[in-house]
Structure formats: structure tokens, C-alpha cells
């Protein structure tokens, strides 16, 4: 069915989570209103599975929190038309189309070019997945490429299947760089940080294999300068790098740590002057200050629940187009955390919000209209 011309926008604001639900994986919808707060909408059928509170691998405590262990498990095209999710449980993702009223509408859903599917970036009509594979059926690490038509029907790319830099590396974050020409991928298990090349026929050539500085890179991050932030679960810091053509990285900051423990998701402040870090198991989120060289300083935290409730364990985050809110999950709970981003970078928690009675584990993959 047509739905929108390429000119297409949503003329609303709106936040979506995923439940990654092992029975029936859904997209959780919340309407965003002027003053960043959040009212639940509708839950929507990905037409996959998750995998609940099974983790993707061995290599992370099986707490029933982050079992994907990644960052981008659900993600917005830069436009905001497209919403893709993985679906970990049934190896595949879905691709939806976002209507003028806000309300995700599934479009497709293909098998993810390999097994355990955890993060997905898409830029123009490109995307790619990163697959956590699985030892014991000798399934490898892998991403693999699909092209994204204006209906937001997804077609695999042959050839564009390609392993990262050992057979199970645990990729945990798939993302192309602000020009499109790579796609680096965070390897939580390798300590690598693997550049690929993309070619115009949307394959990709590599990887150039980069050391991670710190340990359990995870999350990561690109300013528009190009200089790039990754998290570090295990060294529970985050580094930052300078980016060469040829796909090899330079430390600017190594490791700087926070106090607090893994330290796992990463997005900055639209102004790029200050990065927000969720603590998962801390239950805290640090705010970085980021210099114009790309050097970084800790500048403050705060819990992602209020003070003498049930504490939220912040995972997947995402910050308004205006600038103003900051949104991160509790991955115990299924809720989402609201903040009001100041000036100075520090953040003040304004809402709570639910879409069920029940808290819940195994949540992944937030996204913000």
C-alpha cells in the first residue's frame, strides 16, 4: 500500500520503545507534548520475536536486564519516516512506516542476514544489522545490508553479508558515520572497534580493525565533526576519537571513568557540548562535558528514578530534535525517564512514564520524534 511521497514528515512528537517480548516483540508508542512529557499511545506487533529476558550470549550477566546488549535496537531513519527494530528471537527485522499522526505502521519484515539480530542503522535508502550469531549452532558475527525503498520495503543486498573481526566478536552497535561512506561497529567481546567501508552498491569492504582503548566498548556515538564516542561497560568510562579516511581511530580521551558501573549508552546534546551516559546497573547518568577537540570531562550525574522509589536501571536513550528533553529506558521496569535538559548540560527529571501496571525486564531500543 502507498501511504506518503518522499516529502513525507510526521507533524508530531513522539517516543517509541520495543518490549522484545519473546512471544510477540511490540513497539510501544508515547505522544510527546510540548513540555517533553509522555502519554502512551498504543502498542504495535513487530511481527517478530524478542527474546524476553534470554541475553543474546554468555559474555553478560543473565540479570534479565539489556539482553541484547547493544545500543540501536530500534532506530529512526534521520528523517523520521522509517522506524526499524530487531527482532532477536525470530533472527529478523521490521521496518515501519511512521503516519502523520505519529502511529508506527509495519511495512515489512525479512530475515536479518544472520542469527540474533541486536542493533540496525539506516541512512538514505541503506541499512544495516549487526548479528550477534550463535556459537553452538556456529552461526559467526556478522552485519549484513539492505536497501530501503520509499514504501519502507527492505530488500537484502547480496553479497553485503560480512563477518567482523573474529567468529564471535558480539557486535553491539551497527552505525554509519555522519557522510555515509563507513559503518563502524562496537565489538563487546573482541575489544575491537571495526571500520567497514561502504561501496555504491551498498557492500561493504574491511573491516579495518581498531583496539578499543578501554574494555567492553558498547555504545557509540558520532558528532557531526566526525569525532566519535564510545562507552565502555567494563572500564565504565567512555573514550573519545578522531576519525582517519583510511577507517583507523586516534584516542583523544581514554577511558575517563564516571565512578559508577557499566557504563553503556551514549548520545550528546544537540549543541554536541555535553554527552548523556546511562550507568545501567548503577542506575545513573553521567553528563560529559565535550571540548571542541573532542577531549572529555565528568561534569555531574543523577539517578534515573527519583530518590526513594523503585530504582530504574537507564539503558537505551534519546534526546528531543528541539533539544530540550532527554529520554532514557529503565530496563527493569519498561518505563521511560523524562528529563529537562539546562543550559549548562545538567539535567532535571520531570516524568516517570508507563504503558503498563506491571514492571517488567527485557525492554530494548529506544527512539525520539
Do not use: K
Given at each position: 500500500?502507498?501511504?506518503?511521497n518522499k516529502n513525507y514528515r510526521a507533524s508530531v512528537s513522539m517516543v517509541y520503545i520495543m518490549t522484545n517480548n519473546e512471544v510477540m516483540n511490540q513497539i510501544i508508542a508515547f505522544y510527546r507534548d510540548m513540555n517533553g512529557m509522555l502519554t502512551f499511545v498504543g502498542s504495535y506487533p513487530t511481527h517478530g520475536r524478542g527474546t524476553g529476558i534470554k541475553e543474546v550470549s554468555t559474555a553478560t550477566a543473565n540479570d534479565g536486564v539489556d539482553p541484547l546488549t547493544s545500543q540501536g535496537a530500534l532506530t529512526l531513519s534521520r528523517d523520521g519516516r522509517f522506524l526499524l527494530a530487531v527482532n532477536a528471537g525470530s533472527h529478523s527485522i521490521s521496518s515501519f512506516i511512521i503516519t502523520e499522526s505519529g502511529i508506527p505502521v509495519l511495512m515489512d519484515v525479512k530475515p536479518s542476514g544472520g542469527a540474533q539480530p541486536n542493533s540496525v542503522d539506516v541512512l538514505?535508502?541503506?541499512?544495516?544489522?549487526?548479528?550477534v550469531g550463535n556459537t553452538a549452532n556456529n552461526f559467526s558475527s556478522n552485519i549484513s545490508g539492505f536497501h530501503i525503498d520509499d514504501n519502507g520495503h527492505i530488500t537484502p543486498i547480496p553479497g553485503s553479508t560480512h563477518s567482523l573481526s573474529t567468529f564471535n566478536a558480539q557486535?553491539?552497535?551497527?552505525?554509519?558515520t555522519p557522510d555515509g561512506s563507513k559503518i563502524l561497529v562496537s565489538e563487546l567481546t573482541s575489544n575491537h572497534l571495526s571500520v567497514f567501508s561502504v561501496n555504491k552498491d551498498g557492500t561493504v569492504t574491511g573491516p579495518t580493525v581498531n583496539d578499543s582503548y578501554g574494555q567492553g566498548p558498547l555504545g557509540a556515538y558520532f558528532l557531526s565533526s566526525g569525532i566519535l564516542l564510545v562507552t565502555e561497560a567494563n572500564s565504565n568510562a567512555l573514550s573519545s576519537y578522531s576519525f582517519s579516511n583510511d577507517g583507523t581511530l586516534h584516542v583523544i580521551s581514554g577511558s575517563v571513568p564516571n565512578g559508577y558501573k557499566t557504563a553503556?549508552?551514549?548520545?550528546?546534546?544537540?549543541d554536541?557540548?555535553?554527552?548523556?551516559?546511562?550507568?545501567?546497573?548503577?542506575?545513573?547518568?553521567?553528563?560529559?562535558?565535550?571540548?571542541?577537540?573532542?577531549?572529555?570531562?565528568?561534569?555531574r550525574h543523577i539517578t534515573s528514578t527519583p530518590p526513594g522509589t523503585a530504582p530504574g536501571l537507564p539503558m537505551d536513550v534519546g534526546v528531543s530534535k528541539d533539544g530540550r528533553h532527554f529520554y532514557t529506558l529503565n530496563g527493569n521496569q519498561g518505563t521511560v525517564s523524562v528529563f529537562n535538559i539546562q543550559k549548562d548540560g545538567s539535567l532535571a527529571r520531570l516524568q516517570i512514564a508507563a504503558w503498563t501496571n506491571f514492571p517488567y525486564y527485557g525492554s530494548q531500543g529506544l527512539a525520539v520524534l
Open positions: 500500500m502507498q501511504i506518503m538514505g535508502t541503506l541499512v544495516y544489522v549487526s548479528n557486535p553491539a552497535q551497527v552505525l554509519f553503556c549508552w551514549v548520545i550528546t546534546t544537540r554536541e557540548r555535553f554527552a548523556f551516559i546511562t550507568n545501567t546497573l548503577s542506575g545513573t547518568i553521567s553528563t560529559y562535558r565535550i571540548d571542541p577537540n573532542g577531549a572529555l570531562s565528568v561534569v
